[in-house]
Structures are given as structure tokens and as C-alpha cells.
């Protein structure tokens, strides 16, 4: 064994980039929720972006490594520390092993992620390592991580680490951002609304309510009409980050376990630059919805993906020159 | 000569892109939208992720990255729209044989909850439902919801009740309904609303076969009745 689950967390799951290629099936993309961080996480220690890794919701597991290990925290500050002794975020480390991580308060986000060298020794299923809840599929068996659960390697890597010691190199994480604003684009039963309804989508505020998770995010605010009452839709395909309106005026914002298809109207869709922001949002959050256009959401996304891939390149040779550093 | 029935292409967020055949739920417009999508997954395209066929749509997701950096100077939904509006309509594509897929169900009632409800919206005994039921070649126009959610139509309009409006909390995997004028299969345990008619003892999803899913859209189903004693020993 390499690494054991000594407590369970409230949701901790194996996720990776998604899997894709199956949604005319029914089977979605799922993966982290917070794609940005999972991404850095795996950059620092200059790993694939969309490699495995392990996401925790708050409260998190407690992790013992029974084996040496480099690992990388980000995404939600959980307060980690190791043997008691505070973490930091987006920064890898090395502990040697019997070292315990372990997750004290909630201080901001909503979703922790976790990179390791050496990988750990999962079975894809239908292409991707991401745990497919409702599938009981993927990941590790298919389901939430629990306690007793045990872990390996996939390689034999001595990392001839004598006590715990973080690299030299560090990242900024997720913004945490000062204006609660989340951009969209306008979807394709936007006119549908009354004029009254996409005035008050654009200036109200809303609140992300106790029914989120992984599936979607309903929000509170104001009620929302259209234009012809109980118009309906034929199931139509949805996206990560689609904004439908239900039948009662209130929305809801579909996240990473989303179903491939949909009936409610497709009123907008958050761009996905912005979808780590909304993975990071608790209950009772709340944010109001700027307009993005077309060339202004891909470009944002764009910038976001080369600064992670420069990144993962930069931390490839660095974790390269700093394992040849360790070699007995 | 067969063309592209007129669509429409709107973006579907910034990653995905819909084209629309409009608002109908008609079997032309899906045989003209399922001819699309085979030649699109024919093509394929590097960019291409996923691609969903509904009822009227079909959804085209895409990696905006590969995109840009193979035409920078248009945005990724520019360049994919191009690429679908340059496909031309290809008859071998269209020609191709679909089996017909016989399901056996038992429409007993210890496996018909709601049959009895069926029959008086009807106004038809339970045999005469079950003939209209398993009498359509049914063709699937979508698979969602859940994994191997297969959406089947079209129900005569004798025995298209709706769904109940308060959804049962559980549906086992099996279980054959009726939701208006479509009717499907629950491949898994699942809550649900459908009108429950019957139940299959074939598997419909199978997370460890090469093939987890048993159908795939355009696919043509017929449901045929058995037995009590022949669903026990199937």
C-alpha cells in the first residue's frame, strides 16, 4: 500500500479532466468540478493536466502516506496541515514516509484538490479515471473514498525524502475574487424571456441554495417569465455551465456530474473560464451575471489553458532537476 | 436525392455548438439529423469531443484550444460551424441497415404498477395496451437522463399518458414506461416518473461490458411479451 483514507470525508472522489466521447450515450463528462485547480495541481509537479487526481469537499478525509510522496494542494483552503503543521496551497511537497494530512476548517471554497508523485495505480473506465457516482463507475471502485481504503503506487520511485521539505517552486492559486461576478453567454432560448426577465437576469443577484452539488447548482432569486407561459422544450443537449429555467422562474447552473441531455430552456451558459470560480461557491454565495461575447469567452479561456501548459512545462524541468537532486 | 433538412447552428456556451432542425419531434427531420451525425463522426474531426443527438438537435462539443490554434484569426465556434456547413449529405451513410432490437418485457402486473391507471386514461383493457405497446417499431431519438436512458417513439396516441407529476423514489433497473408519446427502459435503479408498464430481464447498461450500452440512437426496438415463468427463467 502507498497511501490509506484513515477517516472518510463528506465526498472525496478520484476525478480527472473528464471523459469524453460517450455523452450520446447517456454517459456524461463528469471530472473536478474546479478544472482550473486540478489542472494547476498537476502542472506543479509537472504531471498531464487532466491526470487523476483526488478531490475533497469540506469536511475532507484525513490521508496517512504510508510510502514517500510529492504532492501538490489546491483549489479550497481547508486549513491542510501535515503532522499538525500548517500547509500551504499550490506549493508541492515532499514528505517521507507515515506523514498525516489532515484538513482542520473550511476557510475558503468549496473544492481541495490533490496531485502525488508517484501516480497512483487506478483503472480507467470508458476512457477516463473520473468517478462516475451514479454509474458506479470509475475512479476508485466507482465511489466516494472511505476510510480503510488503500491506495498504491504505480511506479517504484525513491524519493530519499528525510523529513518533510517543500520544493522550490510555488503558483498562484484560484482567484479568490474580490467582485462576485460571473460572465455568460446568452443560450438559445434566451429570447424566450420576457425584456423584464433579462433586465432582472442581468441585475439581480443570486444565490447559489442549499440543493448544489456536483449535478448543478439551484439558485434563489428573483422568479424569471417568458414570454409564452408553459412553452416547452423537446430534451436537447446541455453543457457544463448551462443555465436552464425551471418550470417554477428560478434557475439553476448545471456542473460537472450535469446529465447529457435537457427539457428546461437554455437560457445562458457561464463561460468556462469562469466554471472554477462557480465550483468554489458554497450555499449562500451569491454573484450577479455579466455579459461575455463569443470571442471574449474563448479568449479568456485560451489565455487560461497556455498559462497552465508554460506552467506544466517550467515544473517538468524543475521536478526533474530537484528528483536528481534526491537520488541516493 | 437526400439533402440536410434547413438547420440552424446557435453556440451552446463557449465549448459546444447545437444544430437545430428546428422545434417537430418528426422521424424525417431525425433521419436527416442522424445522417449528420454519423458523417460527423465519420470525419473524425481532432477538435470534435462528444456529439449528442436529441430529439430535433444534435449537439457538437469541441476543444476551443485545437480550435484557435488551427484558425486563429475566427473564433473556435466559426471554425466548427464552417466545417459542419461544408459537409454535403451522403447517401451510403444514409442506407445503412440498423437491426431491429427485440426486447422482452413482462407485462404482468406485479410488474406493472401502472397499468391499472393506464387503462382507465385509456379507457382499453390491459391486453389491448399491451398489443398497441409492443405492435410499434420504435426508434430511439435519444439516449440521457441516465446511462442508457434510451428515448423511444412514438407511442400511439391511445396510450401516451403523461408522466406522474410526483416522481416514484424508486424505479428499478428494467422497468419499461410510458411518458406521453415516448416510451423507454431504466437501466439502472433510479428515482422516476414514468408510467411503468412492465419490466425486461435484459441488462441495459453494463459498466463492465466492452459495450455498456445496449443501444445507440436511430436504433429500431420492438418489445414483444413474455411470460412470468418465461422472464424467471430468461
Redesign the interface.
Known amino acids: 500500500m502507498s497511501l490509506q483514507i484513515i477517516k472518510t470525508g463528506l465526498l472525496d472522489t478520484i476525478q480527472d479532466g473528464g471523459r469524453?466521447?460517450?455523452?450520446?450515450?447517456?454517459?456524461g463528462?463528469g471530472g473536478a468540478m474546479d478544472r482550473f485547480s486540478a489542472s494547476l495541481a498537476n502542472a506543479l509537479l509537472g504531471k498531464d493536466l487532466g491526470s487523476p487526481v483526488m478531490e475533497f469537499h469540506f469536511p475532507a478525509g484525513q490521508i496517512l502516506f504510508e510510502k514517500e510522496t510529492i504532492f501538490c494542494l489546491t483549489g479550497a483552503d481547508f486549513t491542510p496541515a501535515l503532522n499538525g503543521i500548517a500547509l500551504p496551497l499550490n506549493h508541492p511537497v515532499a514528505v517521507p514516509a507515515g506523514t498525516i494530512l489532515t484538513f482542520y476548517k473550511m476557510k475558503w471554497g468549496a473544492r481541495c484538490y490533490l496531485s502525488s508523485l508517484p501516480l497512483i495505480h487506478l483503472i480507467p473506465?470508458?476512457n477516463s479515471y473520473s468517478t462516475?457516482l451514479?454509474?458506479?463507475?470509475g475512479g476508485f471502485g466507482?465511489r466516494a473514498l472511505q476510510k480503510g481504503d488503500r491506495l498504491f503506487y504505480a511506479e517504484e520511485k525513491a524519493l530519499n525524502v528525510g523529513s518533510i521539505q517543500l520544493l522550490p517552486w510555488q503558483a498562484n492559486g484560484i482567484e479568490q475574487p474580490v467582485r462576485q461576478a460571473v460572465e455568460y453567454?446568452v443560450?438559445?432560448e434566451w429570447n424566450w424571456l420576457k425584456e423584464a426577465s433579462k433586465q432582472r437576469f442581468v441585475e439581480s443577484y443570486f444565490q447559489v441554495s442549499a440543493a448544489a452539488d456536483r449535478m448543478g447548482y439551484r439558485l434563489d432569486g428573483p422568479s424569471l417569465e417568458t414570454i409564452e407561459s408553459k412553452r416547452s422544450l423537446?430534451?436537447?443537449?446541455?453543457?457544463f455551465?448551462?443555465v436552464q429555467l425551471l418550470p417554477n422562474g428560478q434557475l439553476i447552473v448545471l456542473m460537472a456530474d450535469h446529465?447529457?441531455?435537457?427539457g428546461y430552456p437554455?437560457i445562458a451558459?457561464?463561460?468556462?473560464a469562469h466554471l472554477p470560480l462557480l465550483a468554489q461557491k458554497h450555499a449562500g454565495e451569491v454573484w450577479q451575471f455579466i455579459a461575455s461575447d463569443?470571442?471574449s469567452?474563448?479568449q479568456k479561456?485560451?489565455a487560461q489553458?497556455q498559462y497552465l501548459h508554460q506552467l506544466q512545462t517550467a515544473c517538468t524541468f524543475k521536478m526533474q532537476r530537484f528528483l536528481d537532486g534526491h537520488r541516493s | 436525392m437526400t439533402s440536410y433538412h434547413p438547420y440552424t447552428l446557435?453556440?451552446?456556451?463557449?465549448?459546444?455548438l447545437?444544430i437545430?432542425f428546428g422545434?417537430e419531434?418528426d422521424e424525417t427531420i431525425h433521419q436527416k439529423l442522424l445522417l449528420l451525425?454519423e458523417q460527423l463522426k465519420a470525419l473524425k474531426h481532432a477538435a470534435i469531443?462528444?456529439?449528442?443527438?436529441?430529439?430535433?438537435?444534435?449537439?457538437v462539443?469541441y476543444d476551443?484550444?485545437k480550435l484557435?490554434q488551427r484558425n486563429p484569426h475566427q473564433?473556435?465556434?466559426e471554425s466548427m460551424a464552417n466545417a459542419i456547413q461544408k459537409l454535403q449529405p451522403a447517401e451510403e451513410i444514409l442506407h445503412r441497415e440498423r437491426p431491429l432490437i427485440k426486447v422482452p418485457v413482462c407485462y404482468a402486473p406485479s410488474f406493472s404498477p401502472d397499468m391499472e391507471g393506464l387503462m382507465h386514461f385509456s379507457g382499453l383493457s390491459a391486453e389491448a395496451i399491451i398489443t398497441l405497446h409492443s405492435s410499434v417499431v420504435y426508434r430511439v431519438y435519444?439516449?440521457?437522463?441516465?446511462?442508457?436512458?434510451a428515448?423511444m417513439g412514438t407511442v400511439d396516441e391511445k396510450i401516451a399518458m403523461p408522466r406522474h407529476a410526483q416522481p416514484r423514489l424508486h424505479v428499478p433497473a428494467g422497468a419499461v414506461g410510458i411518458a406521453g408519446s415516448q416510451t423507454g427502459i431504466y437501466?439502472?435503479n433510479?428515482p422516476g416518473g414514468w408510467q411503468l408498464i412492465g419490466q425486461t430481464p435484459l441488462t441495459l447498461?453494463d459498466?463492465d461490458a466492452s459495450a455498456?450500452?445496449l443501444f445507440?440512437?436511430g436504433d429500431a426496438v420492438q418489445f414483444f411479451s413474455i411470460t412470468e415463468y418465461e422472464f424467471a427463467n430468461y
Open positions: 469524453r466521447g460517450y455523452a450520446h450515450l447517456g454517459i463528462e473506465w470508458m462516475h451514479k454509474a458506479a463507475a466507482g453567454l443560450g438559445s423537446l430534451s436537447s443537449g446541455v453543457s455551465g448551462t446529465q447529457t441531455t435537457g437554455r451558459h457561464v463561460i468556462s463569443q470571442e469567452a474563448e479561456w485560451m489553458q | 446557435f453556440p451552446l456556451g463557449d465549448a459546444a447545437l437545430s422545434e419531434m451525425y469531443t462528444d456529439l449528442v443527438p436529441a430529439y430535433n438537435s444534435l449537439a462539443h476551443v484550444v484557435l473564433t473556435a465556434f435519444l439516449i440521457g437522463f441516465l446511462p442508457g436512458f428515448y437501466p439502472m433510479s447498461f459498466k455498456p450500452v445507440q440512437p
